[in-house]
């Protein structure tokens, strides 16, 4: 029975293969070597402090924002860049394309001191799975004995939720459950008693009336209970506002019963929508800040159904947000959509210190460091104009299963003992 003759697509499988492969190394050699620069700038810039011109929090926060990478990605940059002096090996055999950023962050991560010389020469041959393996049998110093921990006595609160609710965990010391009792209870006896007024005794109506109050109804009406009474004493309340007497002659101010304040301090607590401004001249009051000046639920929620996150390009915070005017609040600036963006309590203070600078309007936003350079909201990326690295293709490792039986973790070697301590 003749066979059909094979197809010239699968006799040229392995030769194609054979180029891709090639073609794979050249890029991974490319690629690891392109990584190793990168380190090699994020810890200048880690060492000389240079991200805090341009907004960001950290040098991980930099990274990624610029090279729209992962956060993990980032850190494990970042990772290998503080740690680039102990691990020169390492660091050149990323440089000449022999061994990836994955492989040095995992030795950088954990790596003892003085393990240079002994990664690199693993790293060679091992996989990045087979390094993690490595350094976790590397032998630890013996843990000091732990002090019996003091019981944590501060109130916690934790929740579960599923498709039927939410589930919350209350812990709290003797005398706060006690007062939580307390209140519980009056809430509790409370609704009860409107229960037995609105329906009082009559054995008639057992059968439509409602069934007595629970303790978990006197919990939400607790709840509801605080919540009406903090909406009615913000924002003027002795508990939650800031109070701060200026003078508007000196633009000077100063705490409510407290020590003056430099002009970052003033203008951000005035910017804040829960300071209350005192204007005074010749040390006598003669008047209050507009009431204008505070945000109200409406208008926070249009702020973040308009951009819910800082406005700072890289920065990404969602949570704690400060509505901040634009054209400053004690310089006339209106309290309105077009003045306003939410800025992250880190980058609010910033701002004031003169570390950015805001300008606007809202819809053209333009965030500059303190060189006067934009931020850009997107990464840096673009395309090369410069040729890759010539360095020679990344064979990779060998493949091989590790065999751990014959491994010799590497030693910590202890401190030197110096003459002095013999």
Known sequence: MPFPA???????????????????????????????????????????????????????????????????????????????????????GMREGRLSLDQVGVIAARGGEGSDEHYAELAAVATVNQLRTAVKLEPRPEPEPE??????????????????????????????AAKFDAALDSHRDALFAEWK?????????????????????AFMRLVEAGWDVEAARRPHGQHTTVVVHVDVEQRAAALHLGPALTEAERQYLTCDATCEVW???????????????????????????????????GCGATRGLHAHHIVHWEDGGPT???????????????HH?????????ADDLRVADS?????????????????????????G??????????????????????????
């Not at 610029?66 to 020169?88: D, G, M, Q, Y």
């Not at 934790?158 to 919350?168: A, I, P, V, Y």
């Not at 505070?294 to 926070?300: D, F, K, S, V």
């Not at 065999?403 to 013999?422: D, M, S, V």
Request: include cysteine; hydrophobic fraction near 35%; glycine fraction near 8%.
């Open 6 to 92: 094979p197809s010239p697509l699968a006799e040229n499988v392995p030769r194609r293969l054979d180029v891709l492969l090639e073609e794979l190394a050249e890029l991974g050699g490319q690629r690891n070597a392109i990584d190793g620069r990168v380190v090699e700038i994020a810890a200048e810039m880690e060492r000389d402090e240079l991200c805090g011109a341009t907004g960001a929090r950290s040098v991980t926060a930099l990274v990624a924002w610029k090279l729209a990478a992962s956060s993990a990605n980032a850190h494990t940059i970042t990772t290998v860049a503080r740690r680039l002096k102990e691990f020169p090996r390492c660091a050149q």
């Open 147 to 176: 002090r019996e921990a003091e019981p944590d006595l501060r109130p916690s609160i934790t929740r579960t939720s599923d498709d039927e609710g939410s589930c919350w965990r209350i812990k709290l010391p003797h005398h706060d």
């Open 197 to 217: 007024s609105d329906h009082g005794d009559d054995e008639d109506a057992l059968e439509i009336r409602p069934p007595l109050p629970t303790t978990g109804e």
């Open 279 to 313: 204007f005074e001249r010749d040390g006598e009051p003669i008047g209050a800040g507009r009431t204008t000046r505070q945000i109200n639920r409406r208008l926070r929620r249009a702020l973040e159904h308009r951009h819910r996150t800082c406005a700072v390009p």
């Open 336 to 350: 309105e959509m077009a003045n306003l963006v939410l800025l992250c309590p880190y980058h609010h203070r910033l």
């Open 353 to 361: 210190r003169g570390g950015i600078t805001i300008t606007g309007p």
């Open 371 to 395: 060189h006067g350079r934009l931020l850009s909201p997107g990464s840096l990326a673009r395309p090369p104009t410069q040729p890759p690295p010539a360095v020679p293709p990344c064979l």
């Open 397 to 422: 490792p060998t493949g091989e299963r590790a065999q751990w039986w014959w491994y010799q973790p590497f030693q910590p070697q202890p401190p030197p003992i110096h003459a002095g301590q013999a």
